[in-house]
């Protein structure tokens, strides 16, 4: 036996104790799953927490309807071979009622999710949201707790979070209020993908290197589809691409990649020149500061 | 178990404006981490701000309040490999008035560099951040003279930094058994000088440059070779009447704080003081045969024993104080200073506990180190007090065990944590 873990069994051991903290403390938690990778190890380390028993919580979608059909069927198989409870709550009823007005018909939903999330959180009367974010993801979310305080109105305060000591994680809240947990804090985009080749985790399929009809605009590439149709002028073409982020079809860009398995895509992300969300997040460029601001709001 | 490398946590801590942001933007830089979309965007910033060079700070420095100002306020977590190990940095801040977020930083890292400015030489927050790395617990420390580059390089400045640190270490009588390491190095994080590469300016150096240092510090927790403590987080009780197998299957989860366990071990359940011997012990569905600190792991036992969430499996000789009644040291953190009249809560491993300071012996003055009388006890104090519990706690001195030794209080008015706390003496 040896003394010392692996960083993989770490981060592991770390996320699945932090799950269990938020299982033991908080009376009335969820786990937010949309498909993507980093929710699916989420959903490993769950199994690793929870088996034989099932998950003390369910899992819950913030769908912004504009979605890849694969992810949606991906998503609805992986909840039926867990035999676990899921909820979907969708932007597009928050637009229904009038909660959410977009500025135009086409627009990026992602920032939208927000406002469906609090209200599910409302409806519910959720005190804990289990998160996939990453530290390594975006400059303000490195800054964040792994159990991250929200006041009754969702918003975090970045100047004034709760200091976290040790492994003692302080889950505490009024009726209202409600911690955000991110077990998979301290893992990277590297480490996501080790984990999902030590797992054999499966993944909807637009994760691995595919044809798919693109146009480049500004220096992004693309995806044709209904709601990003070509305008005038632009040249469709076919090419090779895969995609490193799962989210709203109109802001999410694919990368061009002949990585078609686990493996390779470790060795392009090992090679890569470009961020996660900096290669195929059309919305997050736009201001310095748009996540943290997001955040304020009652973002993940 | 895969060892196919291990883990390093480390944080840069100092006082205001010596550079540990610039520093990890550096070691980031020249090892390749930064991305070139993110690095386009310092540049702009940068630009923006007029400045002739890039400033590596706004890498670490992620919040909108902190750009502005130039300084950080809250500790940034940021990651770096090399093919040896996976690093994971805390950044903290240097300023008195965010003490707190630097000992957030300090409770989970293995080493510290401490950062002083070469032209400012050694100043209080320096004093500060050196008594509490020590305080909570360790060891190797990597002492960085910054800004070489503003002093010429000049190895006589960095000579008596040196001696100046070392006797300010030495006055710092705090876990004074722990075995230290003190690595000093001459630095400009600005330039890159003994980073990553020496550059030849100051070829009077002989030792190794920064990473070097980190790639040979010790990043095996020490936790796996103390006695074994599993504070049960959750019981898994499936009660399924559907498969025979999970009908009576109880299992309790946790994570091996300190010490190993392997199936037939003797074991007592605290506070109840019931034994039993282990069953089995899985990680989800997979069996194995034994497991380390700090493995997360679902623990089987042999006799039905009535353990919850707050209990505490433990070997059978070696076992913790199950006490109410104990000494520690605390850094208060919170702006609202303790009131002695007031219930609070405390977390200690799985349990939460209600808490009365039963007295306050006294404060250090950091400037002095030396001890001073106290009656009240505000932010950023560090503070000798004693505390009486509602319900015992499971517990170890820190210096045998940051695990079990290490606490946190809560005011349940607002739900903040207002102090971090170190068990000293157990009555
Ligand atoms: N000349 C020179 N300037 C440096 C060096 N390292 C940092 N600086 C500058 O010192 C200033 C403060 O650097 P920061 O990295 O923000 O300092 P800090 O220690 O992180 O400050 P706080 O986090 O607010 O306590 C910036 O203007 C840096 O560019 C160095 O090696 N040489
Ligand atoms: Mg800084």
Redesign the interface.
Known sequence: ??????????????A??IM??V??QCSNPILLFSGGKDSLCLLRIA????????F?FPLMHIDTGHNYQEVIDFRDRKVIELNERLIVRSVEDSMARGTVKLNYELEPRNKYQSITLLEAIDEFEFDCCIGGAR??E???R??ERIMS?RDSFGQWD??N????????Y?A???KG?NIRAFPI??W?E??VWQYIE?EQLELPSIYFAHKRDIIRRDGAIVPVTEVTPPKDGEIVENIMVRFRTVGDITCTAPVESHADDVQKIIIETAE????ER??TRLDDQMS??SM?QRKKEGYF | MDKTDSLLRFITCGSVDDGKSTLIGRLLYDSKTILSDTLNQIEKTSHKRGLSAVDLSLLTDGLQAEREQGITIDVAYRYFSTPARKYIIADSPGHEQYTRNMVTAASTAQAAIILIDARKGILTQTKRHTYLSKLLGINQFIVAVNKMDLVSYDQETFNSIVKEYEALFHAISVNENNQFTINFIPMSALNGDMVVVRLDNMNWYQGDTLLEILENADSQSTNSNLAFRYPVQYVCRPRDSENKELHDFRSFMGRIESGRIKVGDKIKSLPSNQESTIKAIYIGDQVINEAISPQSVSILLNDEIDISRGDMLTELTNTPSITKDFNATICWLSEEPLNQGRVYKIMHTSKIAKAKISSIFDKIDVNTLSSIEADKIETNDIANIRIALAQPIMSDNYFDNRKTGSFIIVDDSTNHTVAAGMINNIY
Do not use: Y
């Open positions: 036996m040896q003394n010392e873990l692996s960083h993989l069994d770490w981060l592991e051991a770390e699945i104790h269990r903290e299982a033991g199994e690793k927490a929870f088996r034989p028993g099932k003390p530290r390594d975006e400059k303000a490195a800054k305080f970045p100047k979070q709760r200091p976290e000591l040790w492994d003692l302080n505490m809240t009024h209020e804090s301290n990277t590297m480490d030590r890569t020149r470009i961020s900096g290669a310095e500061a943290e």
